[in-house]
């Protein structure tokens, strides 16, 4: 808890904007998936901080984190969660139906698989399909209501918590990543 504490006070003071905090706390109540967006300067630290992680995780994913904030941003996501996603369907991309680039189990029954032409392309896709879909469509407003309707496993929300959790730590303990200052 202390840790998810100090995360939030360096996310808020040092990578999210003043209107996007403005609209962080006015949605905060709602446990909506969204944690906003880009500052004036360009790209904020997430794509890095998730790079980082990923690397971290021997992921083939990690060159890819910038497409993850882009489409979260684009999307209105959590910039962790299509990336959490995959630590849960995939260890990270690692574990692939073959030729797929489908680290997310989506598309996946038995035999059927949906391949995608790049980590970009499906990270935009199931970024796009979780917001369009699992959120717009069938209400999905958290984790657990989008699991109940993405996964089998009725413990599949938990395990994406798991990795939610994990990356918060992981920028806790890894204040480099997070840091960025110019005087």
């Known amino acids: 808890m202390k840790n998810r504490l100090?995360?939030?006070?360096?996310t808020a003071a040092l990578i999210i904007p003043q209107s996007a905090r403005a609209q962080e706390k006015a949605s905060a109540s709602s446990a909506s998936i969204q944690i906003p967006t880009v500052t004036k300067q360009g790209l904020d630290n997430r794509a890095?901080?998730?790079e980082k992680y990923l690397e971290s995780k021997d992921s083939p994913l990690a060159p890819y984190s910038k497409e993850f904030v882009l489409d979260a941003d684009k999307y209105n996501l959590d910039w962790r969660l299509v990336a959490a996603i995959s630590g849960v369907e995939s260890t990270f991309g690692q574990?692939?139906?073959?030729y797929s680039y489908n680290?997310?189990?989506?598309g996946v029954y038995g035999d059927n698989v949906i391949r995608f032409k790049s980590w970009p392309d499906?990270?935009?896709?199931?970024?796009q399909g979780l917001r369009q879909r699992y959120m717009d469509q069938l209400g999905g407003k958290d984790i657990y209501r989008i699991g109940a309707m993405y996964a089998s496993s009725p413990a599949?929300?938990?395990?994406?918590n798991f990795y939610l959790d994990n990356i918060d730590s992981f920028?806790?303990?890894?204040?480099e990543n997070t840091l960025s200052l110019s005087l």
Request: charged share 5%; glycine share 10%; hydrophobic share 60%.
């Open 6 to 10: 100090l995360l939030f006070i360096l």
């Open 48 to 50: 890095k901080i998730l």
């Open 95 to 98: 574990a692939i139906p073959a």
């Open 103 to 106: 680290g997310w189990g989506w």
């Open 122 to 127: 499906g990270i935009d896709t199931v970024s």
């Open 156 to 160: 599949w929300a938990n395990h994406v």
């Open 171 to 175: 920028i806790a303990n890894n204040p």
